[in-house]
Every structure is written in structure tokens, then in C-alpha cells.
């Protein structure tokens, strides 16, 4: 177990569960990893509500609505996309605060304009707006999948706290 990781995820269910507040989230690139560290957290059933993999842009529209335009005109690892796809998450769950990610891990599917390494994240809650985040990460795909992680949780957990 990563211990930087786990203790991030306490920080984000120990925020919401005193507020009382529930969390979905909404991962491509990073496969259910954020969903599972939060699980990792005894009593996350408190707050965890669920987690959307959608790997696929297939998966994203059906699961999330994102418009197929949007990935059509902008692809799959946009600030576009992903606030199509954080916003879908709130709006498919119970959920009170949503994050989302997708990126491109590598070793292959990078190019020139998104190379590999390219990350967004976007955090919303019921209350505010949404905020995206794109980071250019480096690393071997296992790395940039754990800094993604990394910078998800840290930056929910300064949302839930806002």
C-alpha cells in the first residue's frame, strides 16, 4: 500500500464525512486506482457514493453524457472532456462533491500537442463551479498514473475543504 496515497484518501474521507457529504468520482487514465485508495479507508461507505471507470470514449458518453462532439472536436484528454466528465459524474450519482481524470500514461498515445505525460483533473461539488487542472507529468505509466493519484486527492481534499 502506498502510504503517501492512503493518507491523502483518509484526509479526503475525514473531510467529508464531517461534513457529511458524499463523493463520486470519475477515472480513465488512472483505472480505478483513486476509487480503490478511497475504498482502501475503513467506513468509506459513508461517503464514498460510487466510481465511474470509463475507459472507452464509448463508456464516457454512455455512462457520464459526454457529448461526442466534445471528444470528436477537443478528445478524450481535454479540459473539455474532462468537465463534461465531472460534471456528468454529479449529475449520475448521489454525490454532493465529484472529481475526474483522464491523461495519457504512455509508454504509447502521446503526440506532439498532447504528449505523454498529459493529465487533466477536475474537481466540482452541487455548490460551486468546477475547477480543471492540467499537469505534463514524466515518469514510466505506472509513475504518471500514481502522481495523477497524487494530485486527484490532494486537490479534492483542498476543494472539500474550501
Not at 448521489?94 to 498532447?114: C, E, N, R, Y
Not at 475547477?131 to 505506472?142: A, I, M, P, Y
Request: charged residues 15%; aromatic residues 6%.
Amino acid at each position: 500500500m502506498d502510504h503517501e496515497i492512503f493518507t491523502l484518501a483518509q484526509i479526503v474521507g475525514h473531510a467529508l464525512q464531517t461534513q457529511q457529504k458524499k463523493l463520486v468520482t470519475a477515472e480513465s487514465c488512472t483505472g480505478g486506482w483513486i476509487s480503490q485508495a478511497l475504498t482502501d479507508v475503513s467506513g468509506s461507505s459513508l461517503w464514498f457514493d460510487r466510481g465511474f471507470v470509463t475507459y472507452s470514449n464509448a463508456a464516457k458518453i454512455q455512462m457520464l453524457g459526454v457529448n461526442p462532439l466534445t471528444l470528436e472536436l477537443y478528445g478524450a484528454v481535454s479540459a473539455e472532456t474532462v468537465s463534461e466528465m465531472v460534471t456528468g459524474a454529479l449529475i449520475h450519482s448521489d454525490a454532493d462533491f465529484a472529481l475526474a481524470v483522464t491523461g495519457i500514461a504512455g509508454p504509447s498515445g502521446g503526440t506532439k500537442q498532447k504528449p505523454v505525460g498529459t493529465v487533466f483533473v477536475a474537481w466540482t461539488s452541487r455548490l460551486n463551479g468546477y475547477k480543471v487542472l492540467q499537469e505534463n507529468l514524466s515518469g514510466d505509466r505506472q509513475e504518471i498514473r500514481r502522481q495523477t493519484v497524487v494530485i486527484a486527492l490532494k486537490g479534492l481534499a483542498d476543494s472539500i475543504k474550501a
